[in-house]
């Protein structure tokens, strides 16, 4: 046998990542990094039901994709509006099993439709949530079978809810390499400095209590990146860590009309559900995640409101209402404090 000196050993060549040919490969954006809140325990508790919270997310994305292409393909421009409600300024999507990586280079329209991107996806099931009067879990539906008159089954639609972190800073779209069903393919991959602290951000600080309930969390590059002053009422500092603000989504459930405090009486769309699941949880490990929900659309609200010309005086009834219509008025001041 030839001894291995006299071989030459054939090395693996060494091969930059090379710039994503179809997009451009280095700008400085805003990047988030989103997990699906409690996905583990889906997939151990019911996989296909786990897999349906994936088809939600592709439905909302669809949907806002086709939308974009009705206003290019009829030459119309969509009003600030209709705007907020599309993908236009998703420059970068890629998913990953239960995390997202969003990117874009235009922060002021970005938030509003990142917002309602994360409204749209817990609404797509949660109306099921509040017809739910059965003994059932509330994500446990009936569904009608299609094409078997008047055969039903039951379905977990489990909410899709998400926890992150954004920054803003360079990144970079990379064309890499995968193996697919034992083919190469070429795969998208993003990196830099935003990617890192974006995910660093999802979990800041130690308190027990960042960990719960589907909450965005904000270095201060992404406060220096916003200029409209709107946006920035919305970025509020987390007690107790240091460079660090939150970002209130929900509050982009209502709509500048005039009207404040009709438009809380929207507050029912997020609240009627995230009670009902909060209120099936009790005595489990996930009851703080929603009760972190509730928490998190009133204060939404009352900061909305309170920019919007609403006193906080009303505002505060006006939730507390809310509330007392859910059969949770025993929250009100844990989740105004």
């Known amino acids: 046998m030839a001894s291995m000196a006299g071989r030459s050993r054939r090395l693996p060549?060494?091969?930059?990542?090379?710039?994503?040919?179809?997009?451009?490969?280095?700008?400085?954006?805003?990047?988030?990094?989103?997990?699906?809140?409690?996905f583990k325990s889906y997939v151990d508790a019911d996989l296909v039901g786990a897999a349906l919270m994936l088809e939600s997310q592709r439905n909302i994305l669809s949907v806002g994709l086709s939308d974009t292409a009705w206003y290019k393909n009829h030459g119309t421009i969509p009003d600030a509006f209709q705007a907020e409600h599309l993908t236009t300024t998703f420059h970068h999507f890629l998913p990953f099993s239960?995390?997202?990586?969003?990117?874009?280079a235009q922060p002021d329209q970005f938030l509003p439709q990142l917002a309602h991107f994360l409204i749209s996806?817990?609404?797509?099931?949660?109306?099921?949530?509040?017809?739910?009067?059965?003994?059932?879990?509330?994500?446990?539906?009936?569904i009608a079978v299609i094409g078997l008159s008047g055969?039903?089954?039951r379905r977990n639609w489990f909410p899709v809810l998400w926890r992150g972190g954004i920054s803003f800073g360079q990144f970079e779209c990379v064309d890499s390499q995968g193996i697919i069903n034992g083919q190469k393919r070429e795969a998208p991959l993003l990196i830099g400095e935003a990617v890192v602290r974006a995910?660093?951000?999802?979990?800041?600080?130690?308190?027990?209590?960042?960990?719960?309930?589907?909450r965005l969390f904000c270095d201060?590059?992404?406060?220096?990146?916003?200029?409209d002053t709107r946006l920035l009422t919305l970025l509020v500092p987390v007690p107790g860590i240091?460079?660090?603000e939150e970002f209130l989504w929900p509050a982009f459930l209502y709509n500048a009309t005039g009207q404040p405090e009709n438009e809380l009486l929207q507050l029912h769309?997020?609240?009627?559900?995230?009670v009902a699941l909060w209120r099936s949880k009790q005595g489990t490990k996930y009851e703080c995640h929603y009760f972190e929900f509730i928490r998190l659309i009133c204060r939404s609200a009352l900061t909305w409101a309170a920019t919007n010309g609403l006193g906080v005086t009303q505002a505060r009834a006006a939730i507390v209402r809310s509330l007392n219509v859910e059969r949770a008025g025993e929250l009100e001041a844990s989740v105004l404090s």
């Open 13 to 38: 060549r060494l091969v930059a990542l090379q710039p994503a040919a179809n997009y451009p490969c280095r700008m400085n954006g805003i990047f988030v990094f989103l997990d699906i809140l409690g």
């Open 121 to 142: 996806t817990f609404c797509f099931t949660a109306h099921a949530y509040e017809q739910n009067r059965t003994g059932f879990p509330p994500e446990n539906i009936k």
């Open 242 to 244: 240091p460079n660090c």
């Open 98 to 104: 239960d995390s997202l990586c969003i990117a874009s």
């Open 269 to 274: 769309d997020l609240l009627r559900p995230a």
């Open 220 to 227: 201060p590059y992404v406060r220096a990146a916003v200029t």
């Open 199 to 214: 995910v660093n951000m999802e979990k800041p600080g130690n308190q027990e209590s960042l960990r719960k309930g589907p």
């Open 151 to 153: 055969v039903t089954e």
